[in-house]
T-cell receptor
Framework: AQSVTQPDIHITVSEGASLELRCNYSYGATPYLFWYVQSPGQGLQLLLKYFSGDTLVQGIKGFEAEFKRSQSSFNLRKPSVHWSDAAEYFCALAGTASKLTFGTGTRLQVTL | GAGVSQTPSNKVTEKGKYVELRCDPISGHTALYWYRQSLGQGPEFLIYFQGTGAADDSGLPNDRFFAVRPEGSVSTLKIQRTERGDSAVYLC?????????????FGQGTRLTVV
């Protein structure tokens, strides 16, 4: 069985501060991993994805994520958060075809 | 429009009624997915179409849920005898192929409320 765990339900950071959102996965083969962002009233937008190769993946809006097989993790990072980054963030794993298994999400609040 | 379109954006229905939710995928995308997102949860897979056929319907919770894609483009998710527990946001996604490395593009969802 495959699963994705996002341990933090809610995180608050100050604008300009660094950010790290945690994601752990369970999967029996090479994982295909994604981070999506969901703003209120908006659909899910892909931030970045990891399939193979370089374990540090760059995405849109200044986000990056690092795949660590030994820790079964795929944490999302941003060096300096902007107020517009406030949203819900989902980590997901692709199993069969493009069928995605999502984590429960982390809600990011940014204080000014 | 260039994106995945879902209609209606909001639907309120009475318990026991039948509802249909529509998804217009991105033109040319052969794969189409339905997910359900309950409050405070991540999206959960319902069903996946490759072309006209349902390649994987393992996520449909029971036989009250059914989906079709008769011409390989637009899809309709149908829910019979709705229950209050069916209240959720129903998300549709499409992708140009069905491989694990193919990006899925999501619509904004239909918020279904069963009263």
């Amino acid at each position: 069985a495959q699963s994705v765990t996002q341990p933090d339900i809610h995180i608050t950071v100050s604008e300009g501060a660094s950010l790290e959102l945690r994601c752990n996965y369970s999967y029996g083969a090479t994982p295909y991993l994604f981070w999506y962002v969901q703003s209120p009233g908006q659909g899910l937008q892909l931030l970045l994805k990891y399939f193979s190769g370089d374990t540090l993946v760059q995405g849109i809006k200044g986000f990056e994520a690092e795949f660590k097989r030994s820790q079964s993790s795929f944490n999302l990072r941003k060096p300096s958060v902007h107020w517009s980054d406030a949203a819900e963030y989902f980590c997901a794993l692709a199993g069969t075809a493009s069928k995605l298994t999502f984590g429960t999400g982390t809600r990011l609040q940014v204080t000014l | 429009g260039a994106g995945v379109s879902q209609t209606p954006s909001n639907k309120v229905t009475e318990k026991g009624k039948y509802v249909e939710l529509r998804c217009d995928p991105i033109s040319g995308h052969t794969a189409l997915y339905w997910y359900r997102q309950s409050l405070g949860q991540g999206p959960e897979f319902l069903i996946y179409f490759q072309g006209t056929g349902a390649a994987d319907d393992s996520g449909l919770p029971n036989d009250r849920f059914f989906a079709v894609r008769p011409e390989g483009s637009v899809s309709t998710l149908k829910i019979q005898r709705t229950e209050r527990g069916d209240s959720a946001v129903y998300l549709c996604a499409s992708s140009p192929g069905s491989g694990r490395n193919t990006e899925a593009f999501f619509g904004q969802g239909t918020r279904l409320t069963v009263v």
